[in-house]
């Protein structure tokens, strides 16, 4: 009775060795398969530059925004492919124009009062080899605008313009142009900012 427990147990250790070995070699021939996509928007050099404009001659304010997030997409055998259907996410708090108490601004006065506008989301559409569409999410609402593009020696170029009334952002823009009065008060006595936004986005692989 003791030599067959034993036999049994022997071959239950054996075959459960077996299928242990059996299952390691399995998931590493899985991981050997799994290749790396030639381009990533995740791991390429990104900057998201904008242009505001104040004063009645609308005079260019420049800023950008230092850090994006990529929730889905974005890896390609091409750079066309890495681009198209990449879904991201802009923390506004990354906003940066070379002057703090104008970044604490916008902050505070144009994104804080919108609806639940910490972040800045979207999607990228690549449509032929020149132009593409953006959806951004702001304010609650989610927007269409069409882009232009370049690809040069691996960087991925494109420029669009936004108007902010589009996601129901005057009451915001209002509000900014309030604490900001008197900045945004031309020689002719005007204080204007106005509502649309250029967009300057550059990825390089």
């Known amino acids: 009775m003791k030599k067959i427990l034993l036999l049994i147990l022997t071959v239950s250790l054996s075959v459960g060795f077996t299928s242990c070995k059996s299952e390691k070699k399995e998931n590493k021939t899985l991981n050997t398969d799994k290749k790396e996509a030639s381009f990533s928007v995740e791991k390429a050099a990104n900057e998201i530059n904008f242009t505001a404009y104040k004063f009645t001659e609308k005079t260019p304010v420049g800023g950008q925004f230092r850090k994006v997030d990529i929730i889905s997409g974005g890896a390609g055998n091409t750079i066309k492919e890495a681009i198209h259907n990449t879904q991201f996410s802009i923390p506004v708090s990354s906003l940066f124009t070379k002057d703090s108490s104008r970044d604490y601004k916008i902050q505070k006065f144009f994104f804080?009062?919108?609806d639940n506008t910490q972040l800045l989301s979207g999607k990228l559409m690549i449509e032929n080899d020149s132009i593409g569409t953006a959806t951004i999410k702001m304010n609650g609402i989610s927007e269409k605008i069409p882009f232009k593009y370049t690809i040069v020696a691996n960087t991925f170029a494109m420029s669009a313009k936004m108007d902010v009334s589009q996601w129901d952002a005057l009451d915001a823009l209002a509000s900014l142009n309030k604490v900001c009065e008197a900045l945004?008060?031309?020689?002719?006595?005007v204080s204007k900012t106005w509502s649309d936004v250029a967009l300057n986005i550059?990825?390089?692989f």
């Open 184 to 189: 945004h008060t031309g020689t002719d006595g």
């Open 202 to 204: 550059t990825s390089k």
């Open 112 to 114: 804080g009062v919108m």
